[in-house]
Nanobody, 122 residues
Framework: QVQLVESGGGSVQAGGSLRLSCAASGRIVSIHFMAWYRQATGKQREQVAGITGTGITSRTSYLDSVKGRATISRDNAKNIVYLQMNSLKPEDSAVYYC?????????????WGQGTQVTVSS
C-alpha cells in the first residue's frame, strides 16, 4: 500500500508565500512523475505543476497562471515533492492535492493525497 501525505497548507494574505510538501511512503520501487493539482470550490481540478526525472535530468511544467510564482521540486531519496508558491493571490485559494505515478513490486498506478487547504485573503 502506498500513501501520499501532504502538509504545509494554511491561510495567508495576498502576496505571501507557502511551501507545500508531500511525502510518499509504502512499498515504492520508484516514482515516475509527481505533481500538484488544485481544486477550487465549484471548479474542476487542475494541474498546478509537475515534475519528472531526477536531478539535472528533471523536467518541470507549470500552469500558466502560476508561472514565475511557483517552483516544484523533489527529493527522490525521500520520495518527497515540494511546491513553493510565492506572491500568492486570492485566486490561488483551493484544496491542493499531491499526485504520483508509483511503481511498486506489483503495480504501476497513480496515487493521490488527501489534500491540503490553501486560503489566500485579499
Amino acid at each position: 500500500q502506498v500513501q501520499l501525505v501532504e502538509s504545509g497548507g494554511g491561510s495567508v494574505q495576498a502576496g505571501g508565500s507557502l511551501r507545500l510538501s508531500c511525502a510518499a511512503s509504502g512499498r515504492i520501487v520508484s516514482i515516475h512523475f509527481m505533481a500538484w493539482y488544485r481544486q477550487a470550490t465549484g471548479k474542476q481540478r487542475e494541474q498546478v505543476a509537475g515534475i519528472t526525472g531526477t536531478g539535472i535530468t528533471s523536467r518541470t511544467s507549470y500552469l500558466d497562471s502560476v508561472k514565475g510564482r511557483a517552483t516544484i521540486s523533489r527529493d527522490n531519496a525521500k520520495n518527497i515533492v515540494y511546491l513553493q508558491m510565492n506572491s500568492l493571490k486570492p485566486e490561488d485559494s483551493a484544496v491542493y492535492y499531491c499526485y504520483a505515478d508509483v511503481v511498486t513490486t506489483q503495480t504501476v498506478r497513480p496515487y493521490w493525497g488527501q489534500g491540503t487547504q490553501v486560503t489566500v485573503s485579499s
